[in-house]
């Protein structure tokens, strides 16, 4: 508590980061240049960094377990906390472009895992452009859900080729998904979502869930609730547009 008191950036009540304190503009160009380090292949990267229980700090793998679950410009980590305690055995792990909101998941997950003991072992962020280097984080089939909720709608038509949802980048998703992977979007902006609905009904290698489907998929009922952007939009009463397709064989 004496650790908290000195430390303003703390909750006194909860232990947990307060938000203010990470606050950083609400998107980032993903085409522009960063700095920060980028694994040479998902081989390279060193998982006991994110997953002290489940893998060795000595360089020796303690678990075969792999990633999983990628939540795709995480933002304030509001999903991945949700998926964490649902799917407890998953691994999964967020992927956000903007250092404060990076920093701030971090430090959220290590002050759950705190106060909670044996929880929220299975989550973990990392700072990174997914629109460039997806490939060197996941081999191909590895992920089974890859999420992308509420992300930059790049309003301008000149824009459009910094969308996170686009036909180029759907083949490296595909590439990273196994067959029968679900890829989720959700946005409150209709003409992206009609973009992300289009550009993945027109894929070779995605098909729509049904409604039968949807309705039995636990993950589909946290996309308007379990982040930030979700809850305003709620608020707000305004409404939301999901597209969500599961990874096929492409046809011969």
């Known amino acids: 508590m004496l650790e908290n008191e000195a430390n303003p950036t703390i909750s006194k009540s909860t232990g947990l980061p307060r ?4 606050r950083a503009r609400a998107h980032s160009n993903p085409l522009s240049d960063s700095h ?3 694994p040479i292949s998902p081989s390279h990267v060193d998982y006991s960094l994110h997953y002290p229980q489940f893998f060795s700090s000595s360089g020796e793998v303690g678990s075969i377990k792999k990633v999983q679950f990628a939540d795709v410009g995480c933002g304030f980590g509001g999903l991945l906390i949700s998926l964490s305690t649902l799917f407890p055995e998953t691994l999964m792990i967020g992927m956000e472009l903007r250092d404060k909101v ?5 430090e959220r997950i290590l002050a759950l895992r705190t106060t909670n003991p044996g929880q929220y072992q299975n989550v973990s962020v990392v700072r990174t452009n997914s629109m460039k280097y997806i490939p060197n ?3 191909k089939g590895q992920l089974t859900k890859m999420f992308f909720l509420f992300p930059d709608p790049h309003f301008k038509e000149k824009n459009h080729r910094r969308r996170v949802i686009s036909p180029h980048l759907l083949d490296e998703y595909a590439y990273v998904l196994e ?3 679900i890829i989720y979007t959700i946005t409150d902006v209709e003409e992206l979502g009609d973009w992300m609905k289009s550009c993945l009904e027109n894929h070779p290698m995605f098909e729509a869930l049904t409604k039968e489907e949807l309705e039995a998929d636990p993950a589909v009922k946290l996309l308007n609730t379990a982040t930030e952007e979700g ?3 709620a608020r707000n009463e305004g409404q939301t547009f999901q597209a969500v397709y599961r ?3 492409p046809s011969l």
Not at 19 to 22: A, E, I, M, N, V
Not at 102 to 106: A, P
Request: charged content about 30%; hydrophobic content about 40%.
């Open 179 to 181: 067959v029968g992977g």
């Open 102 to 106: 990076t920093e701030y998941v971090r």
């Open 36 to 38: 920060f380090p980028v």
């Open 137 to 139: 984080y996941f081999e």
């Open 231 to 233: 809850q305003k939009v």
């Open 19 to 22: 938000k203010r304190f990470y």
């Open 247 to 249: 990874r096929i064989a």
